[in-house]
């Protein structure tokens, strides 16, 4: 049996790469993107077939070079450094990771210490701690929050990643919220919204499943915390994998029934390709649909994009 709970890209995903992809249908090839314009491996590969080329540092741009800015945002520096190079720019950052920095400087602003609940070295807590350098403190549990000593316990705030584990992110707010009681939180979740989704399904097949299968890199925040979420909530087996040719044989011995679904970052492609190798295994496999929230979020393409005619029409 393989219990399916088909995703493909959030919102977000979707419109970063359809920026870079429009961005070459209408400009050519090369079009810079500062890092890896969602955290992918088969979609940094299609890009890079089309004629994106992606860079870690603006300053590897040529002038006058066009770049797009990943999805998982910046610190105002590096556009700064981008207007000084000559570079134009097309702004492919979540609006929802865009939210996160707004509440940083909020806060800041406002004479706030930040708690910033996230990974570090994660490309979303760079940019984010670039909005607010001087006020944001990075935890990753509840024991770093427990160590901070911030000089003003009545003016702490918090803000968190997008892509946490809820379940991670639940623990640290908590210690927070205890360590510091008149903490002021963001203005609605920040993990989001398909972060949510996601795992809540990934629970379900945890219940139901021997061993889930997440499509994702290893690079993706997100997909890496389906797993963890699968083994937290009662999985047998859970694992990571980039699609079909990333399964090991050996995770399905014996394996009478597979959960299957992907980050937010994996492309539906990577989705069907890995239910139909499962299905051609010796035996085959019976494909049951597990109902999850379904998602109808929608971006908007930044104004310099949607005024295009192949766009308009």
Known sequence: MLLAAPRGFCAGVERAVDIVELALAEYGAPIYVRHAI??????????EAKGAVFVEDEHEVPPGGRIVFSAHGIAPEVRDNA??????????TCPLVTKVHYEARDFAAEGYDIILVGHAGHQEVVGTTGHAPDAIHLVESPEDV??????????????TQTTLSVDEASAAIAAIEERFPNVRGPRGEDICYATTNRQDAVRVLAARADVVLVIGSDTSSNSKRMVEVALGHGAPAAYLTDGPDGIDPAWLDGVATVGLTSGASAPE???EETI????ARPGGATVKTVDVVEESMHFALPKELRQ??????
């Open 38 to 47: 969602v955290h992918n491996t088969r979609v940094v590969a299609d890009l």
């Open 83 to 92: 207007e000084r190079l000559g570079l134009r720019q097309l702004d492919a």
């Open 146 to 159: 427990w160590s901070l000593d911030l000089p003003d316990p009545d003016k702490v705030a918090y803000i």
């Open 269 to 271: 492609a990577l989705v």
């Open 276 to 279: 139909a190798a499962l299905q």
């Open 308 to 313: 295009l005619p192949t766009v308009q029409a």
